[in-house]
DNA sequence: ATGACATGTAAAACATGA
């Protein structure tokens, strides 16, 4: 079975390529992050002729996640016990989705991105990392042979090789310890993170700006990541960055990153 | 060539991204 998980930046400016991702490498289960659409208006067609079984979290423009598959979506979640809120009134975001494909259990996640280190929203993204560890931390415990996934954008670059230059990062989000310190925590529970585990080159990224000619320099960023039970983890065959989905013709800022999992 | 921001909302400029 192959889960990929892929930050598309808006689903409907993308729907071709998604399409196209999914004849090409046969992908079984596509976790989404950043559909930037409501549920209503999700294209859900092309995707259900090609066979899957679209579930969708989404509110207006902002965020958005869902999950695409042809082997089975049961159990939908809609956000994880104890998710915090953001903004005024407070409110959830469409940010975390979770459902059981093929005997997997996958979260698709969009870690708030924490813009600045003094801004609320960094703090917001460290309460929301604390709260997922929490409920991991949980899952794992209450069934120590689960095969979960928790894959997504963690907006959040574990180490200092996975940007092209730490010294452009020193005093921004994404890079520093205390964010280095929530990721780490979810191994620190049991869980292990797969794609370096499979793909441990330095400088191998999987998100690069827009802006300033970032893909062509390769000046890019490793926050796209997944950690798995170890069940899931021992099924883990290869792991697959696709880089060439940020070329062409209205790419996403993001590339898809593929698990390939033993039957 | 992999190329110099992009998206949705709303109807111009703005919030957001990282």
């Known amino acids: 079975m192959r889960v990929a998980t892929w930050n598309i930046n808006s689903i409907r400016a ?12 046969g992908v079984d289960v596509l976790a989404l992050q950043e559909t930037k659409v409501k549920d209503a208006a999700f294209p859900r067609e092309p995707f259900e002729a090609l066979g899957y079984e679209v579930v969708t979290h989404g509110f207006s423009q902002w965020n958005g996640v869902a999950i695409l598959s042809r082997v089975g979506v049961q159990d939908v979640e809609v956000g994880f016990p104890g998710m915090p809120t953001w903004g005024d009134p407070a409110a959830a975001e469409a940010r975390a989705l979770g459902a059981t494909c093929g005997g997997v259990r996958v979260w698709s996640l969009y870690v708030p991105n924490g813009r600045e280190i003094d801004d609320p929203h960094y703090a917001y993204k460290l309460a929301w990392l604390g709260a997922l560890r ?130």
Request: proline share 6%; no cysteine; net charge negative.
């Open 14 to 25: 993308r729907t071709d390529r998604a399409v196209a991702f999914l004849e090409r490498t």
């Open 134 to 263: 929490d409920a991991a931390a949980g899952w794992l415990e209450a069934d120590p042979q689960a095969q979960t996934a928790l894959v997504g954008d963690w907006n959040i670059a574990p180490l200092d090789t996975d940007v092209w230059d730490v010294d452009f990062f020193a005093g921004r989000t994404h890079v520093t310890p205390a964010e280095r310190e929530a990721f780490a925590a979810f191994a620190h529970a049991g869980w292990t993170e797969v794609s370096r585990e499979h793909v441990p080159a330095e400088h191998t990224y999987t998100y690069w700006d827009y802006q300033q000619l970032r893909f062509p320099k390769n000046q890019g960023m490793r926050i796209d990541l997944t950690y798995a039970t170890p069940a899931l983890a021992a099924r883990v065959q290869g792991v697959t960055i696709e880089r060439q989905e940020r070329k062409g013709k209205q790419p996403s800022d993001h590339v898809p990153v593929v698990l390939d999992l033993a039957d």
